[in-house]
């Protein structure tokens, strides 16, 4: 079984009116059960990743409680900006590239099945 590389996560704390660029990324995961050790060890190695990019401010990763949904785990990353985000993301994917790992066959192969999205906070709508 792999070994979880597990971070420690900071107070997470969004100011909309400070920061009105504020980018956040939100990502529902259906986790198999069989699927849960190998998909938290790949979660705590892309926080730790994130962590380390510019722009990055904070995380949470909630597990379902209750409720309809199929999902059972959400992570939220929250950026300073748009820009910071999608700079991140190319550093992910940069990172997948250079160490062999394939997402799309990875999650397939886990029988994982996600909702993913980035999100900002209208003024009108706060």
Known sequence: MPR?????????????QSNPNTEVRIDSFSVPAESRAEFEVKLHENIALLQKQPGFQGHAVFEKTS?????NIVTVA??????????AGEKVREHYRSTGFDMQAT????????????????????
């Open 4 to 16: 979880s590389t597990k971070t420690h996560s900071q107070a997470l704390t969004i100011d909309w």
């Open 67 to 71: 409720g309809p949904t199929t999902f």
């Open 78 to 87: 929250v950026w300073q900006s748009p820009e910071a985000m999608k700079n």
């Open 107 to 126: 999650i397939a192969r886990w029988g994982v099945s996600a909702s993913v999205g980035s999100y900002h906070a209208p003024p009108s709508l706060q």
